[in-house]
T-cell receptor, first 111, second 116 residues
């Protein structure tokens, strides 16, 4: 079974501080990992995916297969980063369309 | 362009009533997904359509839940004899190509269902 764990329900940092949102996963195989974000009163949207190895809005995430982690990081948090962040996983093969989400972490960036 | 739209945005039902939730995907998107998001939880997969074919309904919690996409565009999620545990936000998402979570899923605003 595939599972995504986000250990922090709430995370609060000050503007300009580094931020790391933790994500651990369980999957027997090579998963694809994603971060989705939901800003206040907006819909859920893709932030980044590990296969693209991209940086979006200053955020990066590295897949660590040894630790089965995909933590989201940003060196200098901004107030507009305040949002709900969900880590998600999909398998490979026939049912790779199926996303499994974590419970989410609410990030608050204080001025 | 227009994104995924869902209606109604809010629905209050009495226990035992039937409800129908509508999803309008982005035009031309082949894949359509339904998710259920309970309070304080992440979205959970319900079902997947490729055009009009329902290829996966493994996430539907009971036979009271039924989804269709008869013409490969608009989809309806129907819940019969609603129960309090059905209270949740129901999210619809669409993506351009068949299958593949690597193709970006675009989410609608959701329908918040409250069963009294």
């Amino acid at each position: 079974a595939q599972r995504v764990t986000q250990p922090e329900k709430l995370l609060s940092v000050f503007k300009g501080a580094p931020v790391e949102l933790k994500c651990n996963y369980s999957y027997s195989g090579s998963p694809e990992l994603f971060w989705y974000v939901q800003y206040s009163r907006q819909r859920l949207q893709l932030l980044l995916r590990h296969i693209s190895r991209e940086s979006i809005k200053g955020f990066t995430a590295d897949l660590n297969k040894g630790e089965t982690s995909f933590h989201l990081k940003k060196p200098f948090a901004q107030e507009e980063d305040s949002a709900m962040y969900y880590c998600a996983l999909s398998g490979r093969g026939g049912s790779n369309y199926k996303l499994t989400f974590g419970k989410g972490t609410l990030l608050t960036v204080n001025p | 362009g227009a994104g995924v739209s869902q209606s109604p945005r809010y629905k209050v039902a009495k226990r035992g009533q039937d409800v129908a939730l509508r999803c309008d995907p982005i035009s031309g998107h082949v894949s359509l997904f339904w998710y259920q998001q309970a309070l304080g939880q992440g979205p959970e997969f319900l079902t997947y359509f490729q055009n009009e074919a329902q290829l996966d309904k493994s996430g539907l919690p009971s036979d009271r839940f039924f989804a269709e996409r008869p013409e490969g565009s608009v989809s309806t999620l129907k819940i019969q004899r609603t129960q309090q545990e059905d209270s949740a936000v129901y999210l619809c998402a669409s993506s351009l190509v068949p299958g593949g979570a690597t193709d970006t899923q675009y989410f609608g605003p959701g329908t918040r269902l409250t069963v009294l």
